[in-house]
């Protein structure tokens, strides 16, 4: 049971203490005994106890609006929460995607740096390569120059 209902179902049995309706104690045992709601049971008190006396019942209908009211202030303030709660979660989601995204942009960067520089190297070698053809030219051009002569001159002298 809750504690409102609790609290509920007692201040309407001091009021059928206060009224002399003690006879209705009994039927309430039954109702309880038989595992009626107690929203139904409180009801059916409330209405017995209506016809005999109305300043009571006011100021019970009036302590049920205000735990009413606080019940469900603080449901609105549980939701208020949750809500908090969730949008604190979606912003630290996003706030994880943004990093993952600026982590990727990043690692292309990189390999976009590493790809220049691997074209870079390769240009060098390239480069390199080209230098020593031409050296490895210029090195062997006496050597065939001096081939060459040599050739003309055993061909027509000889």
């Known amino acids: 049971m809750l504690p409102l209902q609790l609290l509920l179902l007692l201040l309407l049995l001091l009021v059928l203490l206060q009224q002399q309706l003690l006879l209705l104690l009994p039927l309430l045992l039954l109702l309880l005994l038989l ?75 990189l390999l976009l740096l590493l790809l220049l520089l691997l074209l870079l190297l390769l240009l060098l070698l390239l480069l390199l390569l080209l230098l020593l053809l031409l050296l490895l030219l210029l090195l062997l051009r006496p050597y065939y120059y001096v081939y060459y002569y040599y050739y003309v001159y055993y061909y027509y002298y000889y």
Do not use: H, S, T
């Not at 009571?56 to 202030?73: A, D, E, N």
């Not at 604190?88 to 990043?106: E, K, P, Q, T, V």
């Open 35 to 109: 595992l009626l709601p107690l929203q139904l049971l409180l009801l059916l008190l409330l209405l017995v106890v209506l016809l005999q006396l109305q300043i009571l019942l006011l100021l019970l209908l009036l302590l049920l609006l205000l735990l009413l009211l606080l019940l469900l202030l603080l449901l609105l303030l549980l939701l208020l929460l949750l809500l908090l709660l969730l949008l604190l979660l979606l912003l630290l989601l996003l706030l994880l995607l943004l990093l993952l995204l600026l982590l990727l942009l990043l690692l292309l960067l």
